[in-house]
């Protein structure tokens, strides 16, 4: 505690520390505890962990994460993998230069003088300041990560329960609902005391000896007149407790009676669960979630795993799906091809997709999304143009999907529709089964194939007006191997970012470090930055310090403070 003090006030005093950042738009890909992905700036997943108004006066800021989050980071053996974040740290913007650093392949970071990315050298990982490097120079990038792999299964109640009009079947969800209807029937009218004929007479007879009319009874056991004059006309039954307050009050307790359940729970029972005998009663299973009380919500959504959803107004009801769907190599396909060649119109609640009749992938591209559609009982229709066809499917729930779930449409202006594109996060933990296909429709409809050799070495291009597509996809497409490349084209009315896609990675130097290549530095430029922070992570692993970020996939960078000196004092600091 006291050397860390001491180390804490000399930082105050110094002239000049070494702390070194990205900026703060630098794409990052992190994972929270829960393995769940977040594609982001790292200054904008950050700046959550910071509270302003505290560091408001400070130059250099630290945090310790108390919650899991991991990021991609290279072993020893130059594996890539996610590691866990230990902490963050930020400090002003204006305190050092900023230099934009571009390798072959589009990788591309803006990062501080003293920031270090890292080279190979006499068989070592080195770290190098960005202030020495030169165009030219090596430095160490990925060439295929491994992310997590998992069997993703979609909760249509859960995604859709929000959705006002949507519609459950449910056997299970019956069954309670019957079941609790019967308890608080029952609840409500209890048992009753059912008497013989003779037993009547003797307390009907008992009453009018003690000279006690009906009206007068009636008061002392608590119930109305009429109750005791259908009761002794032998028409109804009186309920448990007030039979043994009348036999108490004429002191008969000697006579006998069976206990039976009230009529009235019977017969609700059997209204129940009464057997749906035509289509038109059968539509009375169907409820609005929307209608059921927060009990029933509940059960639900826990222990119903037989529930048929539909949204209200769909194609009168026809159209439905079960609640799990399974992400699957079809529903990926459809979801590239959406991605390159698909819109949700924006009043009549259908979704097109585009199909060129005179595109070598036409064949493959229909056939995969008519699988999906008819696999999942969806209503399409086929409109046919010159060399060009359109697919257009008629679904709500689909619709919601791909706007609140996968996030990749939004209704609005065709012409402006593929700046909303996007990738879903949730495809980073897909099976690479599942990531291939989601690829493949993607590039089958929106690349050009330009190099028709080998099927082992092919290049697409691909242009899209989505940065979140230019930014996300290289590195979805290095966990299988490939690489991208997307820049910036600046046109009049909109921006458009070109892209090349390969399958394999051909300049890695011969460097012996399993997911990492060395490639040469094509652009260094000091540049300024607009934000008022620069960032840094702090990365458990069992070599040099590191994390990767940037774009087209990104650079390995080191960690907070490059020198020996810096990075003792900046240890010191964040783990304390």
Request: aromatic share 10%.
């Amino acid at each position: 505690r006291k050397q860390f003090n001491v180390i804490k006030e000399l930082l105050k005093k110094a002239d000049e520390v070494y702390l070194a950042s990205v900026s703060y738009d630098t794409p990052l890909l992190v994972f929270d505890k829960d393995m769940k992905p977040i594609f982001t700036e790292i200054g904008r997943w950050a700046d959550k962990f910071f509270d302003n108004e505290l560091y408001e006066n400070q130059d250099r800021q630290q945090v310790l994460l108390n919650d899991d989050y991991f990021c991609l980071a290279f072993d020893k053996d130059g594996n890539i993998s996610l590691r866990r974040i230990r902490g963050i740290v930020r400090h002003r913007a204006n305190r050092h230069r900023i230099y934009r650093v571009k390798t072959e392949y589009g990788r591309e970071v803006h990062a501080t003088e003293h920031h270090s990315f890292f080279t190979y050298k006499d068989g070592e990982i080195v770290p190098v300041f960005t202030k020495d490097l030169n165009a030219g120079d090596m430095v160490l990038i990925p060439k295929k990560v491994n992310l997590p792999e998992k069997e993703i299964v979609l909760d249509l109640l859960n995604i859709l329960k929000d959705h006002p009009d949507i519609e459950i079947e449910s056997a299970k969800l019956e069954k309670y609902l019957i079941e609790r209807a019967y308890k608080r029937t029952h609840e409500f009218y209890g048992d009753v005391a059912v008497f013989n004929r003779e037993s009547i007479e003797e307390i009907k007879n008992k009453r009018i000896e003690k000279g006690l009319s009906q009206r007068e009874i009636a008061e002392m056991i608590g119930i109305t007149q009429s109750g005791i004059s259908v009761f002794e006309r032998g028409i109804s039954n009186l309920r448990l407790e007030n039979a043994r307050k009348l036999l108490e009050v004429l002191n008969l307790r000697h006579i006998g009676y069976s206990i039976k359940v009230d009529g009235r729970v019977i017969n609700t029972f059997n209204l129940c669960n009464k057997e749906h005998k035509s289509n038109k009663s059968k539509t009375r299973r169907k409820i609005l979630f929307a209608m059921l009380d927060e009990d029933a919500k509940r059960f639900l959504l826990d222990k119903c795993d037989d529930v048929i959803i539909r949204i209200k107004g769909t194609n009168g009801g026809r159209v439905s799906f079960k609640r799990y769907m399974h992400l699957d190599e079809y529903m990926a396909y459809f979801l590239g091809v959406f991605m390159a060649d698909g819109n949700i119109s924006v009043k009549q609640n259908f979704i097109r997709i585009y199909l060129g009749t005179k595109k070598p992938t036409y064949g493959e591209l229909k056939y995969n999304v008519l699988k999906f559609l008819e696999k999942n009982n969806i209503t399409y229709k086929v409109l046919n143009y010159n060399n060009l066809e359109e697919i257009r499917i008629y679904s709500k729930v689909l619709i919601y999907l791909l706007v609140n779930f996968f996030k990749i449409g939004k209704r609005g202006n065709i012409k402006r529709r593929g700046e909303h594109k996007d990738i879903p996060d949730i495809m980073f933990i897909a099976k690479n089964s599942v990531k291939e296909a989601f690829v493949k429709g993607y590039l089958n409809s929106d690349g050009a194939v330009i190099n028709r050799g080998r099927r082992a070495n092919q290049k697409w291009l691909i242009t899209t007006a989505s940065s979140n597509i230019a930014r996300k996809l290289p590195y979805l497409l290095l966990s299988l191997g490939y690489t991208a490349n997307f820049n910036l084209i600046n046109r009049k009315k909109t921006n458009i970012w070109c892209g090349y896609v390969s399958n394999t990675f051909r300049k890695d130097r011969g460097v012996p470090l399993k997911d990492i290549a060395m490639v040469k530095i094509e652009e260094i430029e000091e540049i300024k930055t607009e934000h008022p922070y620069v960032y840094d992570l702090s990365v458990e692993t069992n070599t040099h310090g590191n994390f990767i970020c940037g774009l087209n996939g990104g650079i390995c960078q080191h960690n907070t403070d490059s020198g020996r000196e810096g990075e003792l004092i900046g240890r010191l600091i964040l783990y304390h």
